[in-house]
């Protein structure tokens, strides 16, 4: 049996791995019992309710008796409304700075993500444009602009992040060359790179990233240091990172040291 997290410390990476696996198992089967996720995991009980209590405040899941089950699609627009309003400011301002990266005429790609829609919001002086994404909040905020050819990539909708994603999207995606993507991140590691908790947004991702020949990433601090169990993309893939002055000293000098331009703001 593994040791309980506060034998190892709070937040460390193996709860933060678990916890990762377990919201995604949640959104696969609908729901999770306590009994089965403690055999699984090797862990007791009470840590299970520990993280399915942890997971219920981050908008996660629903607990019921002997477990939790997923957000139904309403919840999940509380949810994503909620994690839109954390780090607003810091989240303006990573859009700001990306938005000054794309050029007239440019053709590029948009991610599903709070802070991808912060950068709609600064591409007015950056007409004509050609747009493709997956997010359904950057087709309603690009309403807004004139000048501006939208194509939006079909697929199963998520609404934990009003994305589009699954094999149509990745379809669709192999058979463009687009010069800029702007993407979104979940959870950011400096030695595991863009990391996720949902298999099939990862895989979605990966396929926005073989689409282009440029990848922008657009995180917050807060997106860093923490990691899913999924492996998105390696940092060394990534052009240009976007984030914020509270970025943490240890990640910053690792993307350096792995040559990836960094821009604080």
Do not use: C
């Not at 991610?111 to 829609?117: I, K, S």
């Not at 895989?203 to 860093?224: N, P």
């Amino acid at each position: 049996m593994q040791p309980d997290d506060n034998a190892i410390g709070e937040r460390s990476p193996l709860m933060l791995d678990r916890r990762s696996r377990i919201a995604e198992l949640v959104r696969q089967r609908g729901s999770v019992r306590v009994n089965e996720l403690a055999e699984f995991f090797g862990v007791t009980p009470v840590t299970i309710r520990n993280d399915l209590a942890a997971l219920e405040r981050e908008g996660v899941l629903i607990r019921d008796h002997g477990g939790a089950v997923a957000l139904p699609a309403t919840s999940a627009l509380i949810a994503f409304e909620q994690r839109a309003g954390i780090r607003l400011e810091a989240k303006a301002r990573i859009g700001a700075a990306a938005a000054q990266l794309v050029n007239p005429g440019d053709t590029i790609l948009l991610d599903a993500g709070t802070t991808v829609v912060e950068m709609v919001k600064h591409l007015r002086q950056r007409t004509p444009l050609t747009v493709v994404t997956n997010a359904l909040n950057v087709v309603i905020e690009l309403r807004h602009l004139s000048d501006v050819q939208v194509w939006m990539l079909g697929g199963a909708v998520n609404y934990a992040t009003f994305g589009t994603l699954g094999p149509l999207v990745e379809q669709n995606l192999a058979h463009l060359v687009v010069e800029k993507l702007f993407l979104a991140a979940e959870s950011v590691d400096s030695s595991y790179g863009v990391t996720d908790s949902t298999s099939e947004i990862a895989q979605t991702k990966r396929a926005l990233a073989h689409a282009a020949r440029r990848i922008i990433l657009l995180a917050d601090s807060s997106k860093w240091q923490r990691r899913g169990f999924i492996k998105v993309l390696p940092l060394e893939s990534i052009e240009t990172v976007i984030t914020d002055t509270d970025l943490p000293e240890i990640d910053l000098r690792r993307m350096e040291e792995a040559g990836v331009r960094v821009i604080l703001v």
